[in-house]
Structures are given as structure tokens and as C-alpha cells.
């Protein structure tokens, strides 16, 4: 069974940082990505950014574009994927999933796997 766990949300004061994990027990292919979203209270889920696996491209949304950061650690098994969380504002507090997906042409495709969600709060 193919599992993705998150982890690392919490607490943090706005202008400051948190870095998530997530852990990906499946095997990659060629145009395996993987994807992190966000759920607000209220609010549908929203795309924030991926990698693909091969060649590490990178895509993000443009309200977190210059200030999260997605990389891979593609040395570790299971696959391991990280979103680096600088300049934390209000906006940013939701629950953050983890997606196993493809990329085509830099375009992420999000699959029917997620995570379990980690929750980020941040406040004053």
C-alpha cells in the first residue's frame, strides 16, 4: 500500500518559517511529481507548488512564489520531498497535503493519493 505522510506544521508568528515533509512510501516513474496543496477553513483546495522528479523542475503558485521553496532529497528512500516556508503571512494558515502526481511540460497533473494533511497556523 502506497502511503504519503506529512509532516512539520505548526505555530509561527508572521515573517517567520516552517519546513514540511513529506514521505512518499511508493516507487517513481518517469513523469512521477509530487505536489503540495492547501486547504483553508471555508476555502476549496488550492495547488501551492511541485516537483518532478526527474531533472528536480519546480513550479509554484503565484501567491508563494519567492518566498516557499520545494526540493527533493533523491539520495533517501522512500522518497522524500520538502516545502520550505519563509515570510509566513495570515493568508498562509491551512492544512497542507501532499499529492503524488505526473508533470507534463511543467504543468503538475495531482493523482487520487494524499496525505493525511499537517496543520499551519500562522499568527501575530
Known amino acids: 500500500q502506497v502511503l504519503l505522510v506529512e509532516s512539520g506544521g505548526g505555530s509561527v508568528q508572521v515573517g517567520g518559517s516552517l519546513r514540511l515533509t513529506c514521505v512518499d512510501s511508493g516507487i517513481s516513474f518517469p513523469v512521477y511529481a509530487l505536489g503540495w496543496f492547501r486547504q483553508a477553513p471555508g476555502k476549496e483546495r488550492e495547488f501551492v507548488g511541485a516537483?518532478?522528479?526527474?531533472?528536480?523542475?519546480?513550479?509554484?503558485a503565484n501567491s508563494v512564489k519567492g518566498r516557499f521553496t520545494i526540493s527533493a532529497d533523491n539520495a533517501k528512500k522512500p522518497n522524500t520531498m520538502y516545502l520550505q516556508m519563509d515570510r509566513l503571512r495570515p493568508e498562509d494558515t491551512a492544512v497542507y497535503y501532499c499529492n503524488r502526481g505526473q508533470d507534463s511540460s511543467g504543468t503538475y497533473y495531482p493523482g487520487t493519493l494524499w496525505g493525511q494533511g499537517t496543520q499551519v497556523t500562522v499568527g501575530p
Open positions: 516537483i518532478r522528479w526527474s531533472g528536480g523542475t519546480t513550479n509554484y
